[in-house]
């Protein structure tokens, strides 16, 4: 027996066998070179809104929206298929009632005689996982959002109490320890805020960061969502700088503090600076609540787009 032989009778399923199991799971279409519909199959039907008796005889542009059929993209597609080149990607079409669906598809020249006679297109529709992940990173954006506002919030409160406390460190030349232990109270609940805002822009700039990963996949129809992406990574940046710049100061306000400890003599002076010190750091938070605010509005804009 030879090899052809063997290899013959080790085959389980015939083509036809395998063909119909496609068939049944995968939504399937078959167009001529000029893109007419010649066969379709339910799943492709369903997943337009048709049946399968209406779509034969249609074209293919009929299912395309009308900035990619009046694209030179499109008209590069059928040149590259009718030349036997296969195209697969991730696709936007518009269905019999005017929706517009997203599948992941591949459209694969046929040979016949040693030549291309049909293309036939094989599909997922992928809507529903698509437009769910683009919504929870939408979703996810508005909370960062808001949860980075209100730190700042927090934030300018505290700064503001501290600010009062050592102006009447500033004032007063008595006993002044309770008001020593007060400003170190509030040094340390700023320093947990500090840190919360920084974990929130982290969070945010990986948000945006998937958010681009799923613009490129929707290509030039994501072109929108790619320029809020990346205002939105620009904005957390711009917000972990922020935080850095504020740590700083309060580090300077924990060591002005120490100063004020340790003697009476040099107090004055020590509360004066950590003075400029707490208007800084306030100015550094209001600059935060800003960006939260520009950050929100992106989330908004990212809404709108979807």
Not at 30 to 43: A, I, P, Q, R
Not at 68 to 88: C, D, K
Not at 152 to 162: F, H, L, T, W
Request: aromatic fraction near 4%; hydrophobic fraction near 40%; include cysteine.
């Amino acid at each position: 027996m030879d090899s052809s032989q063997k290899h013959q009778s080790t085959q389980v399923l015939n083509e036809g066998s395998v063909l119909a199991a496609m068939e049944s799971t995968l939504a399937m279409i078959e167009f001529d070179l000029n893109g007419k519909v010649l066969w379709v199959n339910n799943n492709f039907a369903n997943a337009m809104a048709y049946t399968a008796s209406e779509m034969p005889g249609m074209t293919h542009r009929q299912f395309c929206t009308k900035e990619l059929v009046e694209s030179p993209a499109y008209t590069t597609l059928w040149n590259n298929l009718r030349q036997g080149v296969h195209f697969q990607e991730k696709i936007q079409r518009v269905t019999k009632h005017g929706r517009i669906i997203w599948l992941e598809a591949t459209y694969m020249p046929v040979y016949q005689d040693g030549h291309v006679q049909a293309v036939v297109k094989v599909a997922t529709d992928i809507t529903e996982r698509l437009e769910g992940n683009v919504t929870k990173v939408t979703e996810d954006l508005h909370h960062m959002a808001k949860a980075l506002l209100e730190r700042a919030d927090n934030g300018i409160s505290r700064s503001q109490e501290v600010a009062s406390s050592i102006e009447s460190i500033v004032k007063e030349s008595g006993d002044n320890l309770q008001l020593f232990q007060s400003l170190q109270n509030q040094v340390d609940s700023i320093q947990g805020i500090i840190s919360l805002i920084s974990d929130i822009a982290s969070q945010t700039n990986l948000l945006a960061l998937n958010a681009a990963i799923e613009a490129a996949h929707a290509g030039k129809f994501g072109r929108g969502f790619d320029i809020v992406a990346k205002e939105v990574r620009k904005l957390a940046q711009q917000v972990d700088h922020a935080t850095k710049e504020v740590r700083g100061n309060i580090a300077d306000i924990v060591r002005q503090v120490s100063e004020i400890g340790k003697g009476t003599k040099r107090s004055d002076v020590a509360a004066a600076d950590s003075q400029i010190r707490v208007r800084q750091a306030l100015e550094e938070f209001a600059n935060i609540g800003e960006q939260a605010k520009a950050l929100h509005n992106q989330a908004s804009t990212l809404t709108q787009l979807l």
